[in-house]
């Protein structure tokens, strides 16, 4: 199967920091990416679909200056969580589909927490 | 709306025991159903994929079934094992978008 490697697992940033999470496909392509956020004991939530140089779209409701995100090449894609606050604390996971695949496969998450 | 809904939220069993984990949708139109599990503090596996044509498909001791009629799926866990202590979450796609629907996901507790 697809790998998609998110990179780092997990984070502690002082609140008015940045911090920048990776997601890479390392054995494939990927033209478009996800980028979801989960609380605790609830379903993923979709942020924003990455595409490959171009601009992401991102989902109602998620601020766009807040959440940069950044397609620069067809295996990475990073989510740039800015001037972060402890709202912002949260587990974060990446997916990413072959090109004309059915199949999402996803990262491993990372879990930030804002202090 | 397009909707996935999981029953139960949670469940404990004895290692060894099985146990059944139902997913109800209303997308559409459909493409295909997702079973996923995922561990705590980490990114979902794919246990199973299903269109609209197949009523059936087994990952070793996770069998996953299929009525479109009904728009219900069950993912079965035989012979449960302490590492199938995760939360499993069910996932439709529509039809020609990329946006996926999540269920909320079942939270199996496996007891020795």
């Known amino acids: 199967g697809a790998v998609v490697s998110q990179h780092p697992s997990r984070v502690i940033c002082k609140s008015g920091t940045s911090v920048k999470i990776e997601c890479r496909s390392l054995?494939?392509?990927?033209?478009?990416m996800f980028w979801y956020r989960q609380f605790p004991k609830k379903s993923l939530m979709l942020m924003a679909t990455?595409?490959?140089?171009?601009?992401?779209?991102?989902e109602q409701g998620v601020e766009k200056d807040k959440f940069l995100i950044n397609h620069a090449s067809l295996t990475l894609s990073t989510l740039t969580v800015t001037s972060a606050h402890p709202e912002d604390s949260s587990f974060y996971i990446c997916?990413?589909?072959?090109?004309?695949?059915?199949?999402?496969?996803f990262g491993q998450g990372t879990r930030l927490t804002v202090v | 709306k397009n909707q996935v809904e999981q029953s139960p939220q949670s469940l404990i069993i004895l290692e060894g025991k099985n146990c059944t984990l139902q997913?109800?949708?209303?997308?559409?139109?459909?493409?295909?159903l997702r079973w996923y599990k995922q561990d705590t503090g980490r990114g979902p596996v794919s246990l199973t994929i299903?269109?609209?044509?197949?009523n059936t498909k087994s990952n070793g001791r996770y069998t996953a079934t299929l009525d479109a009629d009904t728009k219900q799926s069950s993912l079965h866990i035989t012979a449960s094992q302490l590492s199938d202590s995760a939360s499993y979450i069910c996932?439709?796609?529509?039809?020609?978008?990329?946006?996926?629907?999540f269920g909320a996901g079942t939270t199996v507790t496996v007891r020795a």
């Open positions: 997916s990413a589909s072959k090109e004309g695949g059915t199949e999402a496969f």
């Open positions: 054995d494939f392509q990927a033209t478009t």
């Open positions: 990455s595409n490959e140089g171009s601009k992401a779209t991102y």
């Open positions: 997913c109800n949708y209303t997308v559409s139109p459909f493409s295909n």
């Open positions: 299903m269109t609209f044509s197949e």
């Open positions: 996932v439709v796609s529509i039809l020609n978008d990329y946006k996926l629907s």
